[in-house]
């Protein structure tokens, strides 16, 4: 499978085309509008989403609710649209000629040859997470077939660090779910409240760390045998082409790298089913480029946004003086909404992996080779 999102920032609209769907896939409006409304929450988000209310639009490739095997065409209106419109349509829109750092600004302007850095803002902005956001939610639905769920959890934000409790982790989805920064512990939500508060008050920002965890994932997922196939690689640039997030880790990876061989490796014992099980899960659920039928858990470090209402030095890419940019509107702490993104991104590559290993044209084909392959594990 691949996709393409397209759009801009304050433009009409926000699209995907999903290539390479099965034919029969029921395709849910409302848990995609679900996984949307999921995005725009947290605490410490800006006033672009008090304007926001994503809902998709299936306007193509489906026919009475499912798949026709044709692309997936999806469409989610911005409402901000109707502020911009004029200025838009009449090539008003303000000119920013100083690029921000941290942004894509100053490389895209040289990239691509242009002095207006807001024509390179409008598409890097990470309001187009909305559309992959709706793609995962579609992913996410071809996982059932594999029974294959899906979560995610704020592990720190700023300096404050939760205390995620050792249950299942269907537990701590439903806690996080509940909670404005999708954490399952209630007292360092209200810790990691107050510094965004402070650096709200400062004209700053803040980032994290969440986790993502796949449950019920088959054995196979990904291959050894290609640098291009593994899975945690796969994983690694999904979670990485997502806006700000500059470090990733499988299982307890960072941890792993400080302990003996002895301590990290996941020991196997007979299940006298004539499979085996596991004690731990250091290995984050991937051995040698493959799932291996233990949780998948990965962890995205997210920098501070980069727009802060604190003036940053830069430079005037028209005269080449020194310069102030000018602040454009922002959130001051993003992290519980790019949780959900990484579960868009998590559920896309591992639908992908699974059509690989057990692709079809249609659900019943891929469905009637999964129940034959179950019966001879």
Excluded at 233 to 252: C, T, Y
Aim: aromatic share 6%.
């Amino acid at each position: 499978m691949r996709f393409i999102t397209g759009g801009e920032s304050h433009g009409k609209c926000l699209t995907a085309i999903i290539e390479g769907l099965p034919a029969g896939l029921i395709i849910d409006e409302g848990k995609i509008n679900h996984d949307l409304l999921r995005r725009q929450g947290g605490y410490g988000r800006g006033g672009r989403m008090v304007i926001e209310t994503d809902r998709v639009e299936v306007v193509g490739g489906e026919v009475a609710g499912k798949t026709i095997g044709a692309p997936l065409v999806l469409r989610i209106v911005n409402k901000d649209w109707d502020n911009w419109k004029e200025k838009w349509q009449k090539g008003n829109l303000e000119k920013l000629t100083i690029p921000r750092p941290g942004h894509a600004d100053y490389a895209g302007m040289l990239k691509y040859h242009i002095n207006d850095a807001r024509l390179v803002l409008e598409r890097a902005s990470a309001r187009e997470t909305a559309a992959r956001v709706a793609v995962g939610a579609v992913a996410k639905q071809l996982l059932s077939v594999w029974d294959v769920q899906i979560g995610s959890v704020v592990n720190e934000i700023g300096r404050v660090a939760a205390q995620i409790a050792d249950v299942d982790w269907k537990d701590i989805f439903i806690a996080a779910d509940k909670s404005l920064l999708r954490t399952s512990d209630e007292t360092a939500e209200r810790e990691m409240m107050a510094i965004i508060d402070q650096a709200r008050e400062e004209g700053d920002t803040l980032g994290g760390v969440f986790t993502v965890v796949a449950l019920g994932v088959p054995i196979g997922l990904g291959s050894h045998v290609h640098w291009e196939r593994r899975l945690e690689a796969k994983l690694a640039m999904a979670l990485m082409s997502i806006q700000a997030i500059k470090g990733i880790e499988v299982g307890d990876a960072f941890e792993n790298a400080k302990k003996y061989g002895s301590q990290v490796h996941d020991d196997m014992y007979p299940n006298g089913k004539g499979g085996v099980y596991r004690k731990t899960n250091n290995a984050g659920g991937i051995e040698g480029g493959m799932s291996n039928g233990e949780p998948i858990i990965v962890r995205a470090a997210m920098k501070p946004i980069a727009t802060t209402i604190k003036p940053h030095d830069s430079v005037n890419m028209i005269d080449g003086s020194a310069a102030t940019y000018m602040y454009q509107r922002s959130d001051y702490c993003a992290v519980p909404a790019a949780a959900v993104v990484g579960e868009a991104m998590v559920a896309w590559v591992l639908a992908d992996a699974a059509l690989e290993k057990w692709g079809g044209d249609s659900i019943e084909e891929i469905t009637q080779r999964w129940k034959n392959e179950k019966i001879s594990y």
